[in-house]
């Protein structure tokens, strides 16, 4: 693809215009379809270096659309006023509890696009131009592969393709794994083009995959993909014979997709730049946790500066309503404007491509600070009671190139959505930029990015908060994933173009956070890092069942005959628990052969599930958090990976534990439990009645 630089804002007043609702999409079928033999049987192909005259190959983002000079008086005049200029001092413990070297630049190319996702026993990195899938321990299982290996055999024009910005997502309600890339045989300015979607056909990343091809007339860059319950989600920067033509938004229809149909659709809505000239570089919304409620529309947003001609600086939500039974009542458009704290999206590039933003030590050349859009990933929950999105953009901190994080929470309690709290992460002269933000279970926010300076070599750091800390503070003391030991010198200036943090399905409470960062100084060699960390507790616990003890420990029939649930069975009366806890129906392939383990036969020790409560106080109507876990034979209660203990995510304190099981009476602690994220608590409830709380909470049992 040519090296594009486009000045579309340049000359152009832009007020506010009248919200726009877009109907009768165009329906496509896909133009190929087939099934893979199982990836584990598929021998992978070697990353190769794609040079071009000997040289790194900077994979073009035809989408960066710089901003134009400021208009006079656009806001913030002076410092971001939303900037916390202090780092936090709590959670001094939160260090990374796994890190490991994900791919590095195995195929020559500049910037990485890192992305991965973490599902409930492996980790999966894409970048470009390679993809590599791991145990949660960090053990290589598949790779790193060029992603042609993904489309090898598809028939042409796909065969051997690999032109990039790839994005991995976990589908967690399905238990499925979605990769995606866009295919340009033709070259970027030429049709046809075509977005390639893979789905597994299990839980198991080794295993069989669905693979589709989508036909697009417009070239469509930055493709970024959204999972929710009737489709998955697109939205992409389109261009036509080399311009800028406008955005598209797209819907795949998920349910034929999960299932392999060759006929599932795909519904797209095009919007013109000139009608829509802030939008071209939407997001969707992707869910975690519990999924939205039936017949909710999937989110799409995007930031616009009053600097490009707007009253003022805001985020716009768009809702897009998928009929699959008739497309004529799809429809595409905004609902709302959001004004925010004033921002600086503008930075001043020196080099040849404008991306000259950030400082480095021991080199004129700046990385590139990407800071006219939302980044990766726009995250849906939805806790029951209200909904919320989590967003992040970097800006220009106060004039003088000091890139910062502006992060949002937006809440909607039924009446729409408004902004609950914002902040601009900045609390030293370091930049901060291309980050990623995440919210887990409990409703704690963490941000993980880049960092660098004129002393400081690009590094990869991460920060967070809990539920109810100060509004707009990033209040856990700020960690280290990895320091940089060398700046990027290449001309070109890449840097991202984005980067993911994941949170693990598993226990809802564990962040998952890969992006780039520079080992040596280099023209391109660049590295990027996968590692997890938690804002929140960790508590072991020890019951017996008395109707499955027997001489010391218990007996696991339900395991033994197949009859345990592979989702928590607490979701009825009288527990009513929401949480979307289960196991994988594939948990692992044995060495050398193609049989499948499920989940229980590699845990025979497990009795069955049980419900684990905190509460503040004695009284039901101070419960704070609840976790699905598994009790094991030996009365240890694990979390849904069969070892570990079981994971919240509240804050330090004091907390009476409740127990609960299907079959026996809820028991709860004596006293409260001491949880910190210090340090794991445990508490046994094995060792004496006066454990248990209040009298005949236990028995005696011999």
């Given amino acids: ?68 000079p400021r208009k006079a008086g656009a806001l913030p005049i002076g410092e971001d006023p939303a900037a916390q200029k202090s780092m936090g001092n709590s959670l001094q413990q939160a260090t990374p509890i796994q890190n490991w070297e994900g791919i590095g630049n195995v195929n020559g190319v500049l910037p990485p696009d890192t992305d991965g996702d973490v599902g409930p026993n492996n980790y999966v990195q894409m970048i470009n131009l390679s993809f590599q899938i791991w145990d949660k321990q960090g053990t290589s299982l598949y790779g790193p592969a060029d992603n042609s290996t993904l489309w090898d055999g598809f028939g042409d024009p796909w065969d051997g393709r690999n032109d990039g910005d790839p994005i991995i997502l976990y589908d967690e309600e399905a238990d499925r794994w979605l990769f995606t890339q866009f295919s340009l045989p033709n070259g970027s300015d030429t049709p046809p083009y075509y977005i390639l979607l893979a789905i597994t056909e299990s839980g198991d990343p080794t295993g069989a995959w669905y693979r589709y091809g989508f036909e697009f007339q417009d070239m469509p860059d930055y493709p970024k993909f959204g999972i929710w319950e009737d489709g998955y989600y697109l939205s992409t920067v389109a261009f036509s014979g080399g311009s800028y033509r406008g955005v598209d938004a797209a819907v795949f229809e998920r349910d034929k997709m999960l299932n392999g149909d060759p006929n599932a659709t795909m519904q797209i809505f095009k919007v013109n730049f000139s009608s829509e000239p802030a939008a071209l570089r939407m997001l969707p919304t992707d869910f975690d946790g519990t999924p939205p409620p039936a017949g909710t529309p999937n989110y799409f947003a995007y930031i616009a500066d009053d600097a490009w001609g707007y009253t003022s600086d805001f985020l716009s939500i768009w809702e897009f309503h998928t009929d699959w039974n008739n497309a004529a009542n799809s429809t595409f458009g905004e609902v709302t404007q959001l004004t925010t704290d004033a921002f600086d999206s503008k930075f001043t590039s020196s080099n040849f491509s404008g991306r000259s933003d950030i400082d480095q030590p021991g080199t004129s050349i700046g990385l590139d600070a990407l800071s006219n859009r939302l980044l990766f990933r726009l995250q849906y929950r939805n806790f029951g009671s209200y ?100 700046s990027q010198t290449s001309f070109y200036s890449r840097w991202g173009d984005y980067s993911a943090l994941s949170v693990d399905p598993n226990d809802d409470a564990t962040f998952w956070y890969t992006t780039e960062y520079m080992a040596t100084t280099s023209s391109a060699d660049w590295q990027t890092r996968i590692a997890s960390f938690t804002l929140g507790v960790d508590l072991n616990l020890k019951i017996f069942l008395e109707g499955n003890y027997s001489g010391g420990t218990m007996t696991t029939t339900l395991n033994i005959t197949g009859d345990l649930p592979t989702r928590q069975p607490y979701n009825k009366s009288p527990w009513n628990y929401s949480g979307s806890e289960k196991v994988s129906v594939v948990d692992s392939i044995p060495a050398g052969g193609n049989s499948k383990v499920d989940f229980f036969d590699n845990n025979p020790n497990i009795v069955d599930w049980v419900l684990v409560e905190l509460r503040t106080g004695t009284a039901a109507n101070t419960a704070v958090a609840k976790r699905a876990g598994f009790i094991k034979s030996d009365g240890n209660i694990v979390g849904l990976d069969g070892i570990s203990p079981l994971r919240f995510g509240v804050a330090d304190g004091d907390y009476y534990v409740v127990i609960y099981h299907r079959n026996h009476l809820a028991v709860m602690s004596a006293n409260p439990v001491t949880l910190s994220n210090a340090s794991v608590a445990s508490y046994d409830f094995t060792t004496g009645s006066d454990k248990f709380y209040g009298t005949g909470g236990g028995v005696q049992l011999n």
């Fill in 1 to 68: 693809m040519k090296k594009v630089i486009l000045l579309l804002f340049i000359g152009f007043s832009l007020v506010t215009a009248q919200k726009k609702i877009y109907t009768n999409p165009q329906v496509f079928k896909p133009v190929k379809f087939d099934k893979t033999r199982p990836l584990r049987d598929i021998v992978p192909i070697n990353p190769s270096l794609v040079l071009r005259n000997g040289k790194i190959w900077e994979i073009p983002n035809k989408d960066h659309v710089k901003n134009p």
């Fill in 387 to 486: 909904s919320t999105l989590v967003a992040n953009h970097t800006v220009d901190v106060d004039g003088n190139d000091h890139a910062g994080v502006r992060w949002y929470e937006l809440r909607n309690t039924g009446s729409g959505w408004n902004i609950y709290q914002q902040g601009t992460y900045a609390p030293d002269a370091e930049s901060r930029w291309m980050a990623s933000a995440a919210m887990d279970g409990s409703g704690n926010i963490a941000l993980g990015y880049s960092v660098s300076s004129s002393s400081v070599y690009p590094s990869i750091r991460y920060t967070g908060r809990k539920k109810n800390d100060p509004l707009g503070q990033m209040t856990a003391v700020e960690q280290s994933i990895i320091a940089g030991g060398g």
